[in-house]
């Protein structure tokens, strides 16, 4: 807690309080001088967490929308904030799909947070704020992921517009990968320790994500003002596994937290994120003006070339390069593939080449027999270099999957973007830097 407590004098109603990521927001959010009252399903287990908390307690199901309103309409006094959290994400092949399990998925994750907005907008006050917890688990491409995919889609699209129709409530989503929470461990089981092992040993921060990383997240966004989820011009990337997971998506990269669905109040967004688990929203504008920010780091990182020999900074001179970060399965790279493979033929013989820098993020992402694959799939022309030890993507102190980096013929980086979107604004700053003289 900080010397003067961020929310004293403050109500923080938490729905779905009583273990996890609801339970270390209410403790964070009382230990930041804040009311706090709690509900939950499991009254015995509420009971006992409002006792050690010291704080008030409504036992119902959020999903009893009737009984949602009633609990918003009963409370005594206008409040500040509202955190919704719920349960785990159904998955199931079509084969196995079971469209009750389905349905409460939808009342939970989709349903639920429409009627909070509805029952909460009257006693919310303004500049307060609603602050929703969604996932990850259904940003990639997979058998058995088309529901949740769907969910997970929804749910920033449903935040920014509630944000535009409550404002000036503030909306915000915190879209986390994996927490080490009791709900992580039932879900994963056996393969609890395991996963929790690859993620110390593949993680800049060197250790698994947990309930009061989260918790610190949500009292932010409670606290910072200008940050809401309204509409804005931003791009999604997958943060590198490194680094912050998410006006601000919130602020950390995929692999350091979470992704969170804010913007700032000048309409640009960021996103913190953590592994797989990740999603980060960053949005650059681009000027007149493109300033040096360094030289082109060395490529001899690489551990393999396709489509190229090995190319080099020194053999570059001369040309304007497109480095852009990569991995075969983030799907924010496969919506942007499109744009770079055009860039490549259009600017070709105009002195542009474009490098396709592979860092995994997945084990199989190291196989380089799956990578060739890829590459031929999904018909990836320009030189890729294969860096399965990081080594380029640390040479360039990078952080995001896609990332771009834009150089010019003497070899300095001129620009850079993390995610996907500003298409036009990219191909701009191709087209100025290589209408620059030579140097």
Known sequence: MSNHPELAGQTVVVIGGSSGIGLETARRARDEGAEVILTARDAERLQDVGRT?????????ATDFTRLARF????????????????????????????????????????????????????????????????????????????ISALTAASPALTKNLALELAPIRVNLIAAGFVDTPLSASLL?????????????????????????IAALAVHLMTNTAVTARPSTSTAASSSRSAAGNGIWA???????????????????????????IQVQVST????????E???????????????????????????VLVEFWTYTCINWRRQLPYVRAWAEKYRNSGLVVIGVHTPELSFERDLANVRQAVVQDGVTFPVAFDPAYATWNAYHNEYWPAFYFVDRAGR????????GDYAASEQVIRELLAEPAS
């Open 53 to 61: 908390l010291g704080t008030r307690t409504a036992a119902f199901d």
């Open 72 to 147: 918003f309409d009963e409370l005594p006094r206008r409040i500040d904030h509202v955190l919704v959290t719920g349960p785990g994400p159904y998955y199931a092949p079509l084969a196995e799909f079971d469209v009750e399990k389905a349905r409460r998925d939808v009342e939970a994750h989709l349903l639920l947070p429409i009627q909070v907005a509805r029952s909460a907008a009257g006693k919310v006050r303004p500049g307060g704020t609603l602050l929703f917890m969604g996932g990850t688990g259904g940003r990639r491409t997979a058998a058995g992921l088309a529901f």
């Open 189 to 213: 089981g056996d393969q609890l320790e395991a996963r929790r092992a690859e993620l110390r040993e593949t993680l800049p921060i060197r250790r698994v994500v947990g309930p009061a990383d």
């Open 251 to 277: 602020m950390t990269a995929r692999h350091l937290l979470l992704g969170v669905l804010v913007a700032t109040a000048g309409g640009a967004s960021t996103g913190l994120s953590a592994k797989e688990q």
């Open 285 to 292: 504008s681009v000027g007149l003006e493109l300033p040096v």
């Open 294 to 320: 360094g030289d082109l780091p060395s490529l001899a990182g690489a551990s393999e070339w396709l489509n190229s020999p090995p190319l080099t900074a020194a053999g570059l001179r001369g040309k304007v």
């Open 413 to 420: 980086i001129r620009h850079e973007h993390f995610g996907e």
